[in-house]
């Protein structure tokens, strides 16, 4: 009863639902700390997970980081479209990084209170701790027009940042002494160029995180994509390796050498990949389990690991709606929980050596690959299919590459003879690495897209899952039914409401994406051609669990060449502009389409046309049509169209043209419609005209307010 009232107690102080004084939050503290401790053994542990667990969730929602009242914002009072001329002297807390697009960079500065982020219209050359005076133009960051896709608001909300300065000019006040930002730089400089971008990367960031490497994109897709994301991001895994060569050469010697040693590598570490949540948790936890193992105790990594947790988010709560931090803590428990009954059952009661050593090798990225299941499909709606094959694979290149690739960093800021020594044998291992996550990556379904699962089904699934993954007493055992019954019904509502009839149109500044679904199929029309626009297409198909789109109709009157990105997330891709279809279809390097996706009606003779070949705009008589998706345009001389989505039929009139042409002559026809999408601000002596629909049927493109509408 004690431990309940506690609890609860320290539960409504995580939450902040207690106004207590400063005094009373220290003492809520001070008992999260001894209530850590206390569960800090084998058999006390299980607490952790029903008491502890909770307390944490509580005290990092409780007190995420928000803006002082000295913070910068409190000069932007609007929203991300106000703008205040401002001029200040701050200290840079990063290397500039490119932006997306290549056009400009940004940078993160602390200001005297306060940060923010500087945006360059061209990249200047400028250092972590360089002291600079900028002036330009303050404003709020754009939040994410819709909750699949990335925001800049959301990213910079992370780092403690809430406004961004648009630099007009600048000046250059001071160079301090960065000796840590100046090591990294060495290093991964001198990996770089003896490896090039792609194999130099990759060692480069086995040793500093791919947070602080440039590392190509096409490689982090092919990485990401296989579920080899981790051997690029600084983690357990390579401190593990780091401590374990460490402690292999001072084995045998006195105490003292070991523990400086230790210290010393895991002080490098944290140096080198820098504070990143999965880097802090993996000093602390190896921190820990090394006193345990030192001072000749039996380990309890279970209560290490919820220690580990406490004072994290103690000092950081903000890293709780951290992803990578989830990712890091969901995986670790995996290893810590489900590995090893898992190997025992894999190698069976007499395993052979090769049996043994393949049960180690599957057990692994299995057990961590179950435990974030849940974060996978709540985060990014896909899963890497292919992630254990893919880990097994590449397991017995791991090792010798992340050791290779420390001691050519080392030798880069100290022997830089040794450079080509070390990299020989090394450089052919990484394009070896890089050959296999290209490979799995390219496999079928190699990115399993299911689309985002709503939190409560992640809690519903997560339910189900975890009597499978924990090896407990009989007990546990026999809510295994129930788990598989839970995790049917999740599945089943997910897959339920994606096989219905829906509509998602998504605004942001010019660019309108509008997404239509039936069936669990998806169509996209779109009014940029953009490569931005295609990206964000891109991050709406996985989000909804698309694999492709079966057509896309692009309405961009001034679009140039269209990246090959178009014809990769759909087989048939039309123009709606005349002439700028030409540029659509003859991208670069085009190859023939498979039209399987979107077949074409008999009044649709171009969607089975190849990529190579010329796409005409769509005519009046023809259309796009695939199972339940059809898209027809009613006039010549306007984009004004029809589009139906199983039972929903939309009129579209995405701009003053079309809205003249319904009115001049096809409003006479009647024709039944049950929603109207207006790409332009409607006047109000243009109201009386709108036909009878329901307010949610009825959707007006704001000019310049990002946000989305969904049916």
Not at 72 to 90: F, H, K, T, W, Y
Not at 508 to 520: K, S
Not at 621 to 650: H, K, T
Request: glycine share 10%; proline share 8%.
């Amino acid at each position: 009863m004690a431990a309940v009232v506690v609890s609860l107690a320290l539960l409504a102080l995580g939450l902040g639902v207690l106004p207590l004084p400063l005094g009373l939050q220290l003492g809520g503290t001070g008992l999260l700390v001894v209530l850590g401790l206390w569960l800090w053994r084998p058999r006390r542990s299980r607490w952790g997970l029903g008491v502890l667990l909770p307390l944490l969730l509580a005290w990092g929602l409780g007190h995420q980081p928000g803006p002082g009242p000295t913070d910068p914002v409190a000069l932007v009072r609007g929203d991300s479209n106000q703008r205040v001329a401002i001029e200040r002297i701050g200290t840079l807390l990063a290397d500039p990084q490119p932006n997306l697009d290549g056009k400009g960079c940004r940078v993160p500065v602390q200001w005297r209170q306060g940060r923010s982020e500087l945006r360059f219209r061209a990249c200047p050359t400028l250092q972590e701790g360089w002291r600079l005076q900028v002036s330009g133009q303050l404003r709020r960051p754009r939040a994410a027009p819709h909750p699949l896709l990335a925001g800049p608001a959301e990213r910079l909300a992370r780092q403690g940042i809430w406004t961004v300065l648009d630099v007009q000019r600048w000046s250059l006040l001071a160079k301090p002494a960065t000796p840590v930002a100046d090591l990294r730089r060495r290093m991964a400089q001198a990996l770089l160029e003896r490896g090039g971008p792609e194999a130099g990367g990759v060692l480069a960031a086995l040793v500093l995180g791919s947070a602080v490497v440039p590392v190509p994109l096409e490689v982090r897709d092919a990485f990401r994509v296989s579920g080899l994301s981790h051997a690029l991001a600084a983690s357990g895994f390579h401190l593990t390796v780091l401590l374990g060569a460490v402690m292999a050469l001072a084995r045998s010697g006195p105490r003292p050498l070991r523990w400086g040693l230790a210290l010393g590598a895991m002080v490098l570490f944290l140096l080198l990949a820098g504070p990143q949540p999965s880097v802090v948790r993996a000093v602390v936890m190896g921190a820990m389990a090394f006193l345990v193992q030192e001072s000749g105790r039996r380990s309890r990594p279970l209560g290490v690991l919820l220690l580990c947790q406490l004072l994290m988010l103690l000092w950081q709560p903000s890293w709780l709606l951290d992803v990578g931090f989830q990712l890091s803590v969901a995986a670790t428990a995996g290893l810590l929980l489900t590995a090893r009954p898992l190997e025992e059952k894999l190698a069976g009661p007499t395993p052979s050596k090769a049996r043994q050593w393949l049960a180690v090798a599957v057990a692994v990225p299995l057990a961590a690959s179950l435990w974030t299941l849940p974060l996978q499909l709540l985060h990014f709606g896909s899963v890497p299919l292919y992630a254990v094959a893919a880990n097994l694979a590449v397991d017995p290149l791991l090792t010798p590459l992340t050791l290779g690739a420390m001691a050519m960093a080392l030798a880069a800021v100290t022997v830089p003879a040794l450079l080509g020594v070390i990299a020989w044998p090394l450089l052919p291992l990484t394009q070896l690495l890089l050959w296999i996550s290209r490979q799995f990556a390219a496999l079928p379904l190699a990115q399993w897209q299911l689309g985002r699962l709503d939190p409560l089904l992640v809690v519903l699934f997560s339910a189900g899952l975890l009597p499978w993954l924990l090896a407990g007493p009989t007990k546990l055992r026999r809510w295994r039914g129930a788990g598989l019954a839970l995790l049917a019904a999740a599945m089943a509502l997910h897959l339920a409401r994606s096989a219905g009839d829906h509509l998602l149109l998504v605004h942001e500044g010019q660019r309108d994406l509008l997404v239509a679904r039936h069936g669990g199929r998806g169509a996209l029309v779109s009014r940029s051609a953009d490569r931005f626009s295609c990206g964000r297409a891109r991050q709406l198909a996985t989000g909804l669990g698309l694999q492709r789109y079966d057509w896309v109709l692009i309405s961009d009157p001034v679009a140039s060449l269209v990246p090959e990105c178009w014809l990769e997330i759909s087989n048939t891709v039309i123009s709606a502009m005349g002439d700028a279809g030409s540029d659509l279809a003859a991208a670069p390097n085009a190859k023939a389409a498979n039209t399987k996706g979107a077949k074409a009606s008999a009044a649709n003779p171009w969607a089975a046309q190849s990529r190579a070949t010329t796409s005409p705009s769509l005519q009046v008589g023809q259309q796009l049509q695939s199972p339940g998706l059809s898209l027809r345009p009613l006039a010549a001389d306007s984009q004004a169209a029809v589009l139906q989505a199983g039972r929903l039929r939309w009129l579209l009139l995405p701009d003053r043209q079309s809205w003249r042409s319904w009115q001049g002559q096809l409003q006479k026809t009647g024709e039944p419609i049950s929603g109207l999408w207006l790409g332009f601000g409607l006047r109000q002596s243009d109201r009386p005209r709108l036909p009878k629909l329901r307010p949610d049927h009825l959707w007006i493109t704001a000019s310049s307010t990002p946000g989305w509408r969904a049916l």
